[in-house]
């Protein structure tokens, strides 16, 4: 017999099951710290020889936030899709139109990582099969021209949107049986691939290979007229380039967070949510400061420029060099690097569909959302990214896509850590499996302030206008919500009948905080404002 975890009260529905443990999730979020690879050449060419205490810092700032991400997660042991759903909670009280802004940014944030992956993946595959001169490597086939959104942006169809498309669609099958089945296939690929990621991480630390003119000094990057790199100050434009790195870099390391999207797919969520995301962050903390690390040292500042380490395409020759291996090894690295992104996009896949069916459950956003097939997984919402990201596939610059994508994860941060502290003011007598230390609790929100500047200053260090795209992509939302709660919900959220477990729709919730949470948002606008205001003059 069904229980009540997979059949509604009318005994009808399909719904998520709870068939997971905290070893699941961990498997499920494993492929966050491939995420590295992304995003790990341009950090360099941003700010140069520091890039490696960029990714330190970060990813502590990350692991810091994780502790109240645990904590509101474990409020709702019956809700999945992340820390976004149960942050938005927290935020209801305060104004309809600021708690769904939450869970559209994490999936905004989130769902361009299926493109990008399975892009960059497709790059792979080409340079494997087919020399650096051969025609089918440029062809291509302009669709539509974005020149308003970015200088030299289109859509266009070539061989690597195409082999990206089989990626993404095989990544939907794989995940069409269930999260469990998704998570013991993840399972394999994480281990076949983060252990040469961790080995590549180790053995420049083994072998004592850490030039120290690779690593030091800790100056940002000049350029000058010529383009020719060289050691700057920290003087106002240097500040500037370390906000941007620092946002560039957030994109990556906060992203374990997904490893509490899976609260109402847990056998027993008050244990295992805690200990998912803990083990998720323990794990890139290992990859982010190992790897990037082991990167310079072994390649150095000339190396990390390679335009090939920017896209990402010359990654596999820098590992096999790295670990002192030849062309055998190389290929090895290249195969072992492309299921790493398949791993991103099944992580990214797993827990973007699982914040816009929760979304859509809570009624913030469409009521088709929230289909979900017999093995419960949430296919209306995993079709819903796929067509997003087969569209994004067709743009020409995917790392474009990634910034102003990274702007709306920013504010989700932001507001999420100021949840923590708006839940424990208006829910205190709640249980809680994991109660955050109260000292944490407060660093994190100093934490989401910090994010703003580096959002602030940093975003349009990425080209201009990345910050504007953002936040008007972040905008969305308002009129997508206004037809779901006014059109189809006729200005009510959907009730159920509440169980033991889930409080959030049975109990009435006081907003004890008051003008508080106004007043974090007043200060969030102000922190953007001024600190985008200074990055203009130091440019």
């Given amino acids: 017999m069904a229980s009540t975890a997979e059949v509604s009260a009318a005994g009808s529905t399909l719904q998520l099951r709870r068939q997971l443990d905290w070893k699941d999730a961990f498997w499920a979020s494993s492929g966050v710290p491939a995420g590295v690879l992304l995003t790990m050449g341009g950090i360099a060419t941003m700010i140069g020889q520091p890039s490696w205490v960029i990714w330190i810092a970060s990813i502590f700032m990350g692991f810091v936030q994780s502790f109240i991400y645990a904590e509101i997660a474990g409020l709702y042991p019956d809700k999945s899709g992340g820390a976004s759903v149960y942050g938005a909670a927290g935020w209801l009280p305060y104004g309809k139109f600021i708690a769904p802004i939450s869970v559209w940014c994490n999936w905004l944030a989130w769902s361009p990582v299926l493109a990008l992956g399975t892009s960059l993946a497709a790059g792979y595959v080409m340079a494997s099969l087919f020399p650096a001169d051969a025609a089918i490597r440029t062809w291509q086939f302009e669709l539509l021209n974005l020149g308003l959104v970015r200088e030299g942006l289109t859509l266009r169809v070539n061989l690597v949107s195409l082999i990206g498309a089989a990626f993404l669609a095989l990544t939907f099958v794989l995940q069409h049986h269930g999260a469990a089945r998704a998570a013991n296939f993840q399972k394999v690929l994480g281990l076949v691939c983060m252990l040469p990621l961790l080995l590549v991480g180790l053995v420049p ?17 000049l350029r000058d007229a010529a383009g020719n790199p060289g050691f700057g100050t920290w003087n106002g434009a240097g500040l500037a380039l370390l906000a941007g790195a620092m946002f560039g870099a957030g994109w990556s390391t906060y992203g374990f967070e997904t490893a509490v999207c899976y609260t109402r797919e847990f056998r027993d969520p008050a244990k295992d949510t805690a200990k998912a995301i803990m083990a998720a962050g323990i794990l890139c903390i290992a990859i982010f400061t190992l790897v990037p690390l082991a990167f310079q040292a072994s390649l150095g500042l000339e190396g990390m420029l390679d335009p090939t380490i920017y896209d990402g395409s010359g990654v596999g020759n820098a590992l096999a060099k790295i670990v002192g291996g030849g062309a055998i090894i190389g290929n090895l690295l290249i195969v072992m690097l492309v299921l790493a992104l398949l791993l991103i996009v099944m992580t990214s896949m797993m827990g973007s569909s699982r914040t816009l069916y929760q979304a859509s459950v809570d009624g913030w956003l469409p009521k088709y959302l929230s289909k979900v097939n017999e093995h419960g997984a949430p296919t209306a919402a995993m079709w819903t990214d796929l067509g997003f990201n087969l569209i994004l596939l067709l743009a020409s610059d995917y790392f474009a896509v990634l910034m102003m994508s990274n702007v709306c994860y920013f504010i989700f941060n932001f507001l999420n850590l100021q949840a923590g502290w708006i839940h424990r003011i208006d829910r205190g007598n709640w249980a809680r499996p994991y109660r955050c230390p109260t000292w944490l609790l407060a660093l994190g929100a100093v934490f989401g302030f910090l994010n703003m500047v580096w959002m602030g200053a940093g975003a349009d260090i990425w080209g201009a206008g990345t910050l504007r795209n953002g936040l008007l992509a972040a905008l969305l939302i308002i009129p997508v919500f206004a037809y779901r ?9 959907p009730v159920s009948e509440g169980s033991a477990d889930d409080p959030f729709e049975r109990a009435v919730v006081i907003p004890r905080a008051g003008m508080l949470p106004y007043a974090a948002l007043l200060a969030c606008a102000l922190i953007v404002w001024a600190t985008h205001h200074w990055a203009g003059l130091q440019y």
């Fill in 205 to 221: 630390l083994l072998t004592g290979d850490l030039p120290r003119e690779h690593l030091f000094p800790l100056l940002p990057m």
């Fill in 485 to 493: 709660h006014y059109v189809q919900d006729k200005g009510q959220f």
